[in-house]
Nanobody
């Protein structure tokens, strides 16, 4: 079992920055991949960024150059640094973890970008 808890969402003006955090607990030593997804109202959940156990990363084209995903020195922390935010980034952001082939999700944190 893997428990994921997000924090750091909020309201920010366009052009601003936010940093999301995800704290993992449970079977953290067998995590293969962690990442962030988001879901805007009326839209499907979409991939934002992934980071693998070797720390290689994949980012959606829409956030490349603006967002950075990283893992903390402790294996149970994940971050998403979001810069130059735009209104289209408004969504609920979910932390994702894959452990032994099973996907786990956090409850999400709201990010709202005002124009």
């Amino acid at each position: 079992q893997l428990l994921l808890v997000e924090s750091g969402g909020g309201l920010v003006q366009a052009g601003g920055s936010l940093r999301l955090s995800c704290a993992a607990s449970g079977g953290i030593f067998s995590i293969d991949t962690m990442g962030w997804y988001r879901q805007a109202p009326g839209k499907q959940r979409e991939l934002v960024a992934l980071i693998n156990s070797d720390r290689s990363t994949n980012l959606a084209d829409s956030v490349k150059g603006r967002f950075t995903i990283s893992r903390g020195n402790a294996v149970n922390t994940l971050y998403l640094q979001m810069n130059r935010l735009i209104p289209e980034d408004t969504a609920v952001y979910y932390c994702y973890g894959k452990r032994l082939g099973v996907a786990y999700w956090g409850r999400g944190t709201q990010v709202t970008v005002s124009s």
